[in-house]
């Protein structure tokens, strides 16, 4: 029934704050843009394989009511040299772990709050293994 993730939508507090984020700090390259009353509205990051990020404009703080996201997750295939990268453009990214699902992962955020995890699969991670994965948070 389902190919893959088509896209995740978030919201965007400041939207140039966000587009510089993900297209300029992350490199993604900028679909296309929503205009809503000839004004920027939104717009499209494309994350590899037909998978996207689409921001919002959200003037509201998140809440129960409109919240902005917990967490998504960007595959790479060389976590070293993403951290290198990001950290190069004046990005802050925490130093890559290995989570208890046998994957690589390094953390950050964007303008908005929202928790981007970046993870490089291993041969041993359990989403090829299928093996449970004990957490202790």
């Not at 003037?59 to 967490?71: Q, S, T, V, Y």
């Not at 950290?87 to 928790?115: E, F, H, L, N």
Request: with cysteine; net charge negative.
């Amino acid at each position: 029934m389902f190919t893959q993730l088509a896209h995740i939508c978030i919201g965007a507090n400041d939207l140039a704050a966000s587009e510089q984020f993900y297209c300029g700090l992350l490199g993604m390259k900028k679909g296309f843009e929503f205009v809503k009353n000839g004004q920027p509205y939104g717009f499209y990051a494309e994350a590899g394989n037909r998978t996207f990020i689409e921001v919002f404009v959200q003037e509201a703080a998140a809440n129960l009511d409109r919240p902005i996201i917990k967490h998504l997750c960007l595959e790479v295939a060389d976590i070293d040299a993403v951290i290198a990268t990001v950290r190069s453009r004046g990005g802050q990214i925490t130093d890559k772990k290995q989570g208890c699902d046998r994957s690589w992962q390094a953390w950050m955020t964007d303008p908005s709050g929202v928790s981007l995890e970046i993870m490089q699969y291993t041969a041993t991670s359990k989403q090829f293994t299928g093996e449970p994965c004990e957490v202790d948070w």
